[in-house]
């Protein structure tokens, strides 16, 4: 028997997850879909004379991450619970399994449906808008955003791998934190981006003390008086593979964190 | 089936166990009592891998508990005192869990379900506790694991629900199977249980055969206890005395588990000097 993986084994944890939550997911989508409608309502009513497809986008990833981590944060809460955790850590299924079926249901189905909810709702919200720019066409405008444009694809590519690592963020503090896990799990990360911004700017100064710009992989420094230039950068290979580490390494360091955090739990 | 050697656990500052040793085979059903708070349930999680030992091994049919294998959890069904059920039917509750156990027999789950006289068509949310407590003594039953752990199955259910569990537990016994309960409830399980153990302050009090224990230790009821010596344990009832004395006639007497556990607890030297003294003959 193989104890580390068996697709078989996540199948039937997914299908077990799905058939005994069925009921709170489905009311969990209708207050999605009325928060939705409400959003979008408002927008409709209080965004002016000119309506922008950016505001859309803007409003779409914030209810994303809102929404996203409030659910990531609910996906091992039956462990804060020793009923509910004992009947979930007795269950023969791998901790692996049990993770990976957490992050089909974070990753995969919550953004699969809210995505889909929030194309239908915004939708209805921009029918409605054209609506009244047919009816009103000198009064009302509405500015779509360029798909096309590099720097908008790069906007969407730097969100969704932050979406990510978000989401696994929270679904680490769902099984460290027994109490107000997802106030917590947010301080926590709010505090954590601050200390990096911080040593961020600490570090940037150091380097200005010294007549240096600084932006982690390289370092330049200028001198008027004889038109002196250096430049001091790590090699090619480093900087890509922190570059690659800093946009990919945050999701998987998360899970592997809360698979470990799994394996410890005790109840 | 389970070894454990020199246990020790510990909840931050509260010592549990410091230092036991004990065994359970397969073919029996063992009672584990104790006082409340002695770490009866703490043994059984560590059992069952929800908790792990500061120090010492525990190996549970050849696998360590903390590492939760698939394989081993399969093969263990723990009834926690308190407990969890999802609110589905039970036939989605069977559907959704009984395909993770291996040698789970849907046909004899239908028949402790009947035995039980369970409401089949009912969610589990809308069950009453002794209800839901059966439905998941029948599953435990007929998951077939190779190991029952049970904390304190007999509360919660009503007089006739308590003569029913016996009944089916009875049935359930076999060669493979190992069953450990812990409770208070001493006279719910007397008819059961083959292996006594007795938990205090940390450390096993006592842990013998009901047949050893029969064999020398008598349970008598005496109006006049003045002819007796050696008494190890005496209650005051109505009519007369309940006594735990010496079995040195050889006589074949029931074991009264409440009598022995207090026997045992307030008088633990001279019990085990009675089994340590015997054992060497």
Redesign the interface.
């Known amino acids: 028997?193989n104890?580390r993986f068996?697709f078989k084994?996540l199948l039937?944890l997914v299908?077990?997850q799905f058939?005994?939550n069925v009921?709170l997911y489905l009311y969990g989508t209708l207050a999605l879909l009325g928060l939705l409608a409400i959003v979008m309502f408002l927008w409709t009513q209080i965004g002016g004379n000119t309506y922008k497809e950016e505001t859309l986008f803007n409003l779409y990833l914030i209810g994303l991450y809102i929404a996203g981590g409030v659910f990531a944060n609910y996906s091992f809460g039956?462990l804060s619970?020793?009923?509910?955790g004992?009947?979930w850590?007795?269950?023969?299924?791998?901790?692996g399994?049990k993770l990976v079926c957490a992050i089909f249901y974070n990753l995969i189905v919550f953004t699969i449906i809210y995505t889909l909810f929030y194309f239908v709702v915004s939708q209805g919200a921009v029918a409605y808008i054209k609506g009244l720019i047919k009816h009103d066409p000198f009064k009302y405008h509405y500015e779509t955003i360029n798909w096309n444009d590099d720097d908008i694809n790069d906007e969407v590519t730097v969100f969704t791998y932050a979406f990510f690592a978000v989401q696994a963020f929270y679904l680490l503090g769902s099984v460290g934190i027994k109490r107000f896990s997802f106030v917590l799990t947010t301080a926590i990360g709010a505090l954590l981006i601050i200390g990096f911004i911080f040593f961020m700017q600490y570090l940037s100064a150091s380097f200005s003390k010294n007549s240096l710009s600084f932006n982690i992989i390289n370092a330049r420094s200028y001198s008027n008086e004889g038109n002196v230039y250096h430049e001091y950068s790590i090699s090619r290979f480093a900087s890509d593979t922190i570059i690659f580490l800093a946009k990919f390494i945050w999701a998987p360091f998360f899970w592997l964190v809360t698979w470990f955090k799994l394996?410890e739990k005790?109840? | 089936m389970i070894d454990i050697q020199n246990l020790h656990f510990a909840y931050k500052k509260k010592k549990v166990y410091d230092g036991i040793s004990l065994s359970f085979q397969a073919g029996y059903v063992y009672g584990l009592l104790g006082k409340n708070g002695t770490g009866k349930s703490t043994l059984l999680?560590c059992i069952?891998?929800?908790?792990?030992p500061d120090a010492g091994t525990i190996d549970v049919l050849g696998f360590n508990p903390a590492e939760?294998?698939?394989?081993f959890?399969?093969d263990?069904?723990?009834v926690?005192e308190?407990?969890?059920?999802?609110?589905?039917s039970i036939q989605?509750y069977v559907?959704?869990?009984a395909?993770?156990?291996a040698k789970f027999s849907q046909r004899e789950f239908e028949n402790y379900l009947k035995e039980f006289d369970v409401p089949v068509q009912n969610t589990l949310q809308q069950m009453s506790y002794g209800q839901k407590k059966k439905v998941l003594i029948a599953f435990a039953l007929a998951c077939n694991t190779s190991l029952l752990l049970m904390d304190e199955p007999s509360n919660g259910l009503d007089i006739l629900s308590k003569t029913q569990f016996r009944k089916v537990l009875a049935g359930a016994v076999n060669e493979n199977k190992c069953i450990i309960i812990s409770t208070h409830q001493v006279k719910d399980l007397e008819t059961l249980i083959d292996f006594v153990t007795i938990v205090d302050e940390g450390k096993i009090l006592f842990s013998q055969s009901i047949d050893e224990i029969s064999s020398k230790l008598a349970f008598k009821f005496s109006q006049d206890k003045n002819n007796m010596s050696n008494i190890l344990y005496e209650e005051q009832t109505l009519s007369g005395s309940a006594l735990v004395i010496p079995n040195d006639d050889d006589e074949s007497t029931k074991v009264d588990l409440e009598l022995l556990y207090k026997a045992v607890v307030t008088n633990p030297q001279m019990v085990r000097q009675i089994f340590t003294h015997s054992s060497k003959i």
């Not at chain 1, 619970?81 to 509910?84: A, C, F, L, R, V």
């Open positions: 028997m104890n068996s084994r039937l299908q077990k058939s005994e009921k039956m619970n020793k009923d509910k004992i009947y850590l007795t269950l023969p299924a791998s901790h399994e394996k005790e109840i | 999680r069952c891998g929800l908790l792990f939760r294998k698939p394989a959890l399969q263990v069904f723990i926690p308190e407990f969890y059920l999802p609110d589905v989605k559907r959704c869990n395909p993770f156990y």
